[in-house]
């Protein structure tokens, strides 16, 4: 069956710090990888896509980017956090050419201070 | 870009009452889904409509998809303490691109 990861499921980081969330799923190969964003109370906001290795699409300007080196792993980034970037992250898998639903992890809900 | 917006935001519901949270998309959809997600917790997929007019239900939960499928609705008959949390509708466009457009959500209280 398949499972996604995602750590740390908590983070407090000063403002200027770097970041790196990583996301890795098993059990299913070429993914379709997510990272979404909830402010707190708020809805999903899309931030990264791929459907593939190197393959990367942006939804929103901002300061963080989006890698993914092997195929069921997404890795989230930011050279220098700001304090808008506190919130709840959410990396989710899906299968690609179809029709078929989004499977999230945990979460990671990020502090900036 | 594609937007998707559900009403209302908020409800609160006495236990035992009706609720129905509706989804907008601003572009036609090829399909629909609804997740809810708990307090503290991740999203959780629900179900998918594909088809125009389409219905479904899940014991007290009905969803349907609109005729031109740009809007769906969920409905929930006798709200229980269990149905908290925040629901959202996420919908995949026409054009062939791979994403998922998520809701605004619609956060449900039910008071017992």
């Known amino acids: 069956s398949q499972t996604i990861h995602q750590w740390p499921a908590t983070l407090v980081q000063p403002v200027g710090s770097p970041l790196s969330l990583e996301c890795t799923v098993e059990?299913?190969?070429?993914?379709?990888l997510y990272w979404y964003r909830q402010a707190a109370g708020r809805g999903l906001q899309l931030l990264f896509y791929s459907v593939g290795i190197g393959q990367i699409s942006s939804e929103v300007p901002q300061n963080l980017s989006a890698s993914r080196p092997q195929d069921r792993q997404f890795i989230l980034s930011s050279k220098k956090l700001l304090l808008s970037d506190s919130g709840f992250y959410l990396c989710?898998?899906?299968?690609?050419?179809?029709?078929?639903?989004?499977?999230f992890g945990q979460g990671t809900r990020l502090t900036v201070v | 870009g594609q937007q998707v917006m559900q009403i209302p935001q908020y409800q609160h519901v006495q236990e035992g009452e009706d609720f129905t949270t509706y989804c907008n998309s601003s572009?036609?959809?090829?399909?629909i889904q609804w997740y809810k997600q708990r307090p503290g917790g991740h999203p959780v997929f629900l179900i998918q409509l594909v088809k125009s007019g389409e219905v479904k239900k899940q014991k007290r939960l009905t969803f349907q998809f609109g005729e031109a499928k740009k809007n769906s609705s969920l409905h929930i008959t006798a709200t229980q303490t269990t149905d908290v949390g925040t629901y959202f509708c996420?919908?995949?466009?026409?054009?062939?691109?791979?994403?998922?457009?998520f809701g605004t959500g619609t956060k449900l209280q039910v008071i017992p």
């Open positions: 996420a919908g995949r466009n026409s054009g062939g691109y791979q994403k998922v457009t």
């Open positions: 989710a898998w899906s299968l690609g050419g179809g029709i078929t639903e989004a499977f």
């Open positions: 572009t036609t959809l090829s399909n």
């Open positions: 059990g299913t190969s070429n993914p379709n």
